[in-house]
């Protein structure tokens, strides 16, 4: 093994060896639930497969990509294998992982701003819904995104990687080069703008509907993936204050290393669950989830008739 593909010549693969099993096992069983979630989905009638549908499966495929891009990167027992290969081989390995990372956390914030404009659109927009061009061609959008995705951050990932190297964290670099940081900070202020223009208008149309006293099942469809869009929102991007606080003290000199390594450990633990609150919130959050998943186990010997109690997993109103 050269020892060029250590941050330093003391760093020891695995420092935190329990931190990083209990990182993967906290990811693999985001994975499994996401997997089942996505199986879940798949048993909806394609009647009712409609826009907002796809922008679940697409997180859902995100959260998925994501985790495991990350236990990649982290893994232990496989880091410390590719470290010891040699020192083009473990590079490779590297910017190809980072890539993946990088790429899956920018088609999530891309899909979690379509996902925003589509509620926006259907709620505040109704009547302009059917002839709207990204909510008609949603499978050519998020194909335009997972590969533009790709593309960008490759470029970026695969340029200027002197920096790059093992340690503490796997293979993950402990710090982006400069246009990898360009790029997410381009990502994160665009996908947040969107995000929060788009559900604030939501919002106040959602109080508008709430005055007007409306009922029924349909109204409280729109209501909750509503909501649910702007709760995953928000708990996607309060994820990043730990983050950003692990990179600024990543800088400051000042700053123990033990503060910025807890710092950092928090901020992936935190992405890891993050894949797991999400189908809770959206099973919390969508009517006729557990009766979907009763029928499809056989729970009760007699299928759930839809009514005000039992209703699709997705808003049939939109698109």
């Known amino acids: 093994m050269e020892n060029s593909i250590l941050c330093n010549s003391t760093t020891e693969i695995c420092f935190n060896y329990t931190k990083s099993t209990a990182y993967v096992s906290v990811s693999t069983i ?72 990088l790429a899956t956390l920018a088609a999530r914030k891309l899909i979690l701003a379509i996902g925003s404009y589509e509620r926006y659109v259907s709620i505040c927009l109704p ?25 960008i951050n490759a470029a970026c990932a695969a340029t200027s990687v002197e920096g790059y190297c093992f340690g503490e964290f796997g293979s993950m670099p402990t710090i982006p080069n400069y246009q990898t940081t360009v790029v997410f900070a381009v990502f994160i202020t665009m996908t947040s703008f969107i995000c929060a223009y788009c559900l604030i ?42 983050t950003f606080m692990a990179a600024i003290f990543a800088v400051i000199e000042s700053v123990p290393e033990m503060v910025n390594s807890v710092t950092r450990w928090f901020a992936l633990f935190y992405q890891a669950l993050y894949g ?37 997993l997705t808003d049939t109103t939109s698109v």
Not at 33 to 49: P, Y
Not at 129 to 142: D, T
Not at 223 to 231: C, D, E, K, L, V
Request: proline share 3%; charged share 15%; glycine share 4%.
């Open 201 to 242: 208008k939501a919002w106040g149309e959602l109080k508008q509907m709430r005055l007007r006293n409306t009922r029924g099942g349909s109204d409280l469809m729109i209501r909750r993936s509503a909501q649910y869009i702007m709760i995953i929102c928000v708990m996607y991007y309060f994820s990043y204050i730990p």
């Open 127 to 151: 009547m302009k819904a059917n002839s709207n061009k990204i909510l008609n061609n949603m499978g050519i959008c998020f194909g335009v995104v997972w590969v533009t995705c790709f593309v």
């Open 276 to 312: 797991t609150l999400n189908i809770l919130a959206y099973a919390y959050m969508t009517p006729g989830y557990w009766q979907q998943m009763q029928k499809l186990f056989k729970v009760n010997k007699t299928h759930p008739e839809v009514g005000p109690n039992t209703l699709p």
């Open 30 to 101: 985001s994975i499994a639930i996401n997997i089942f979630n996505l199986f879940v989905l798949n048993t909806i009638d394609k009647s009712k497969r409609t826009p907002y549908f796809w922008i679940i499966i697409n997180i859902g495929i995100s959260d998925i990509a994501a985790s495991a891009a990350y236990v990649v990167l982290i893994s232990c027992e496989l880091n410390q294998r590719v470290a010891n290969l040699s020192f083009k081989d473990a590079q490779r390995f590297q910017i190809v992982a980072w890539t993946f990372a």
